[in-house]
């Protein structure tokens, strides 16, 4: 008799990765469990039978997702159609709040639900957290703001921890080995790390370029710039082509690029989280369109918001602690000058340093992934009522 199955729901590169982790854990625990559903090819490589590919469906600013919105709902509908089709025993959610949190609306009560990264609550008006929580869905949150957060609205929530900590301690080589492999000489080593969506790469990727071409000729410093997924090469290779400034571009591998670097400059989000685990210091960069902005300062974010930073490492601890380059700030100069403080001031250095280990604590003991698994199953062998069948 086939094992009980679970339809997962991951969009964009960073939700087919965590679902490719969680899937493998859960199946470490439970052999005989079927999965499919929406997501990528690290879904895929890890057993699910991937039946719609979402690796690609993200978008960053309200003001683009409004105008994709016909797009969306035919994607919705999809996924709609999809679960209903296969009648899961389990519904898993992970990350992809636009669409996820629609689907939670849907099936939550219908169908056993979790939510591994359930939608982002800081920094947001209204009552997000306390919508979430009308739903009988269990969030595996994995950070200790969020899990707060949720548990105050009432809503069924645990503190997983976060997977960059794993990852970051489980990283194969060391820093000075990856270095050795690249030939990288006794100049610094700048990591670019300009995010895993085509339209970050491409509002992005320019200015990051700009200041490596300042800080070449400066100090003599190399570059290496990982792509967070294929499909992105030939945005990045333009990109490199046009600046005219040595990069070598690597297929994945962004935790070595980050072990090996002095410094990275970092697309806001995930990326952060993990170069805080490694322990390299970082310049954070955001761009958002003119729109998206005056929607999200008009009707998102609260306006005293960014006292205490906007990324991640600067909210866990409560101050900001890493340099935040956001819109017209998000210049070659402005990166280039920021990268060149924390090359040579030791005393900023050794401060961000200290600030991001205290954040690696902060994310919770090893074991995040292995403890969302537990959780997952935990749902599914509570034989919650569904009535999807």
Known sequence: MAGPHICIVAGEVSGDHQGGLL???LRRLRPGLRFSGAGGPE???AGVDVEVDSGRW?????AEAYA?????AARFWMLTRLIERLRPDLLLL?????????????????????YFFPPQTYGRRGRSAARMARHPVRLLAVLPFEADAYRRAGADVRFVGHPAVDAAANTAVSGETVRKEWSVGGGPLVGLLPGSRGQEV???????????????????????????APHLGADVGRAVAAAGVPVRVLGGRA???????????????TATVEAACVGVPMVVVYRLSRLTEWIARRFVIPPDLGRHGYSIPSIVLGRPIVPELIQDAVSGPRISAEVERL???????????????????????????????EEVLARLDSRAAGTLR
Do not use: C, H, K
């Open 202 to 228: 491409r509002t992005l990727l320019p200015p990051m370029l700009d200041a490596a071409r300042r800080l070449r000729g400066g100090r003599g410093a190399q570059f290496v710039l990982p792509l967070a």
């Open 23 to 25: 899937v493998a854990a």
């Open 58 to 62: 993200g978008v960053i600013g309200y």
């Open 68 to 72: 994709r919105l016909p797009v969306f």
């Open 255 to 269: 935790l070595d690029v980050m072990a090996a670097s002095d410094v990275v400059v970092v697309a806001s989000g």
């Open 43 to 45: 879904m895929a490589a």
């Open 343 to 373: 090359l040579t001031d030791s005393a900023a250095r050794r401060q961000m340093l200290a600030d991001l280990a205290e954040v690696r604590r902060r994310l919770g003991a090893p074991g995040a992934v292995e403890r969302a698994a």
């Open 94 to 114: 992970i990350d992809f709040p636009g669409m996820n949190r629609e689907l939670v609306r849907r099936f939550a009560g219908r169908i056993p639900t979790v």
